[in-house]
């Protein structure tokens, strides 16, 4: 019995190599360039699950691989497929099958919150976009509060009415893709943290000196407060500052001794008829 364990446990880790060897995307456009490293480090949760995104018109089914192939030939590279299910006249249904897109033909960018995970080299159109392949686009955003199947991917739109670039579009929120570094939402600023050290600091100032004053000097009422005559005239040494700085000064000052004048030794004309007899 030991030994059927050790031998099952063999075989599960050496399928867990095999599809993480699978289940790699190919970005031959860009060769895996350092921008894509990071996006895929960041898409690495989510790789090798696969989706069944619901159609809205309920004519087709979709597979939606994450660097996963959706068919049973892996070597095929399909990484999304749409089945058409057709009744026909005998009541048998019909199904075919498209593929949209190969996760070997892969693009990648990334945002902050979000993801956008291309495939390429789908199945031609027979009608539309002048026959040009079938493109998957995948868009990851940030949902904290999402699951694999709540909400689940959604297919947003499939864009087939233009002559070229067009492309089917599929959502998938899910929390491995917010950016830890912000969802903490608990760092503060450089000013923050200075006014914090600011405040801290003028309140054991006030408290400590006050009771410094209080019970070693043996002050009283307003004279409690720390450098209580420095407070005090702080508001006069702010103006004369804010005097000195912004206001306009007269080149000429009075002297603060005056002399005789004109205006001293002239007397008002009815000053002396008081002493004038009646």
């Known amino acids: 019995m030991k030994c059927f364990f050790n031998y099952a446990g063999f075989i599960t880790w050496l399928l867990t190599i095999i599809i993480g060897v699978n289940s790699q995307c190919k970005f031959p456009a860009s060769g895996k360039s350092p921008e894509d490293i990071k996006a895929y480090q960041k898409l690495k949760p989510l790789i090798g699950r696969t989706y069944s995104p619901p159609d809205p018109s309920g004519k087709y089914q979709y597979q939606v691989g994450i660097c996963k192939g959706v068919t049973d030939d892996a070597d095929e590279g399909v990484g999304v497929t749409q089945t058409e299910i057709v009744t026909e006249e005998d009541g048998n249904p019909k199904r075919t099958t498209h593929v949209v897109g190969k996760y070997t033909e892969s693009s990648i960018m990334a945002g902050t919150n979000w993801i956008l995970l291309q495939y390429e080299k789908g199945d031609p159109y027979n009608s539309h976009c002048k026959g040009e392949n079938r493109r998957a686009t995948i868009l990851f955003t940030c949902d904290p509060s999402a699951t694999d199947n709540d909400p689940g991917m959604k297919l947003l739109e499939e864009e087939k009415g233009k002559d070229s670039n067009c492309y089917y579009l599929f959502e998938l929120a899910h929390p491995e893709i917010c950016d830890k570094s912000s969802s903490a939402g ?36 307003k004279e409690q407060i720390p450098n209580y005559d420095f407070w005090k005239d702080f508001g006069n040494l702010q103006a004369d500052g804010c005097n000195f700085l912004c206001r306009a000064h007269d080149a000429r000052q009075s002297s603060p001794y005056k002399g005789l004048g004109d205006d001293q030794l002239e007397e008002p004309e009815g000053r002396d008829d008081n002493l004038l007899p009646m």
Request: with cysteine; glycine share 16%.
């Open 186 to 221: 608990s760092s503060l600023s450089i000013g923050s943290i200075i006014l914090i050290v600011f405040f801290c600091l003028g309140a054991v100032y006030l408290i400590a000196g006050g009771l410094y004053m209080r019970f070693v000097l043996g002050a009283k009422g």
